[in-house]
Structure formats: C-alpha cells, structure tokens
C-alpha cells in the first residue's frame, strides 16, 4: 500500500529530513511569460537530488512599468540538511521558513558538507562572472591560481588523511 504524503514526510524528518516553505519571485515582460517561467522553475526544483517532493503555488502576477511579476511559495521536503544548503545557495530563495524539524540534529559531517557545497557554489559563481569579464590573458592567470588552489586542496586533505582524520560527508 502506497504510504500518503504526511507519512512520507515524518519518515523523511525522522531520517534527518526538513520540511520547509521557501518563497520566490519571478518577473517576465508579460503574464504568461511569468506564469510558464514559475511552473518550469518549481518542476526543476522537483527534479533535484535529495528533493521528495515540492508543491507549490503561483500567486497571480502584478503589472508594474511593463513588467510582469509573480511569485511563489513553495513546500519543500529535503532528504536533509545538506540537500537544504544546496537548494538555497542555488536557488537564492526570498524568503524560507523551516517547519520541521523543530530540533534539527547536525552531525558535524553534516555542516561541513553544507559549508562545502556553500563554498563550492561561491566559487563556481565568482568563476562564471568571472569568465564572462576576464580578457584570455587574465582568463590564464584565474586558471593557474585555480589549479594551485585545487592542489592546496588536495594537499589538506591527504595530509588530514596521513593523520587518520579524514573529512567526512
């Protein structure tokens, strides 16, 4: 027998899993532009690992100097709190409300995996921007420091390793 949606969930929170409302807003040159902008971006947020599910409603859009504006709140349920990092740093919600768990309970493999993924989508951006507005030989230099930056890295981590502390996930 297939569980139902409030099942679904406490299994979810009891396995580490956050039930939230994150708020967005969308804006387009015209209603239904809004409208079909905001039903794609909810049904990619369904199609993110670590995402149960995600329901959500479409406020009516308002018009303002042309532009169409809408936005939405939706229901999220995270298969935990890393997955819940990763969907706010790549999201960029306006707004997010936990409602369950009331206690979360972090391992500290948790917020350094959240932190990570945090640091990890801070890079990639700084790197997209900076792509966009770097001349080739400025482009050469990013990609050196980058690659000195991958080899610190895995340096840290075999060193950490060496010492039977490794960084867990």
Known sequence: MAKSVDEITSDAIEDGGYLCLLYFDMHASSEEQVKNIMVGFIAKLTKE??????????DKPIVHDNLFSSSAEVKLLAHDFVTLTRICSSYAPIG???????????????VQEALLSISQYSQN???HILEKV?????????????????AIGKSLLERKHEQGKTVQK
């Open 96 to 110: 997010i409300e936990i409602l369950r768990p009331h206690e979360p309970k972090l391992t500290l493999g948790d």
């Open 125 to 127: 951006f700084t790197t």
């Open 134 to 150: 770097l001349s080739p030989a400025e482009k050469a230099e990013y990609a050196k420091k980058m690659q000195q930056r991958s």
């Open 49 to 58: 690992p670590g995402v149960i599910y995600a329901l959500g409603e479409i």
